[in-house]
């Protein structure tokens, strides 16, 4: 019983991913929003399927908090500062 569990969460998880990059495709092709709009859509959407990625398919969803919290401590100042050189390089090149 608990292997069809999973097999059916693995299942929700891959529409949830395969959804939001529908909509990260279609975004990146219609463009309907302004460029701003659209660039912080893009990193919404993106930390939305890491997080189901690790969640997931790397199983830290059920881990111990403390496993958990010294997975994501290195991520929470890593990403801001990753996002802070991403954000003002690609203002340069405009």
């Not at 929003?33 to 969640?55: D, E, G, N, P, R």
């Not at 830290?60 to 929470?76: D, G, M, Q, S, Y």
């Amino acid at each position: 019983m608990e292997n069809n569990h999973s097999t059916k969460q693995i299942w929700i998880v891959f529409l949830i991913l395969l959804i939001l990059t529908g909509i990260e495709v279609g975004l990146g092709i219609f463009k309907p929003v302004s460029y701003q709009v659209l660039k912080w859509t893009f990193i919404i959407l993106t930390l939305v399927k890491a997080y189901y990625i690790i969640a997931y398919f790397m199983h830290v969803k059920h881990e111990r908090r403390n496993f958990i919290f010294t997975l994501a401590f290195p991520a929470f100042i890593l990403i801001p500062y990753l996002l802070f050189i991403l954000l003002t390089e690609a203002g340069e090149l405009i």
